[in-house]
Nanobody
């Protein structure tokens, strides 16, 4: 199994910054894509940002220019640097990691989710 532990959420004023982190551990053979999603009350979960093993990134239009996703492959950790935060960024943020679990003889694909961390942007 692969476990994800998120940290870094909290309360911040509009215009402020937060950095989220998500560390993956367990039986990991390789990690492909890592991403951040968010879900606001009464809304569907949406993709915020994603990064591939090669470093290619993808962002939701609403966060382009304000959020940056990056990863530390040695630590199996993905980060989301959030700047110029707005009240509409308020949501529970979840990380998602996709890859292969197992060993050289037997591998299976996995897709694991973090427990979620609350981000509240309010004055």
């Amino acid at each position: 199994q692969v476990q994800l532990v998120e940290s870094g959420g909290g309360l911040v004023q509009p215009g402020g910054s937060l950095r989220l982190s998500c560390a993956a551990s367990g039986s990991i053979f390789s990690i492909n894509a890592m991403g951040w999603y968010r879900q606001a009350p009464g809304k569907q979960r949406e993709l915020v940002a994603a990064i591939t093993s090669g470093g290619s990134t993808n962002y939701a239009d609403s966060v382009k220019g304000r959020f940056t996703i990056f990863r530390d492959n040695a630590k199996n950790t993905v980060y989301l640097q959030m700047n110029s935060l707005k009240p509409e960024d308020t949501a529970v943020y979840y990380c998602n990691v996709k890859g292969l679990t197992g060993d050289y003889d037997l591998k299976f694909p996995f897709s694991s989710w973090g427990q979620g961390t609350q981000v509240t942007v309010s004055s």
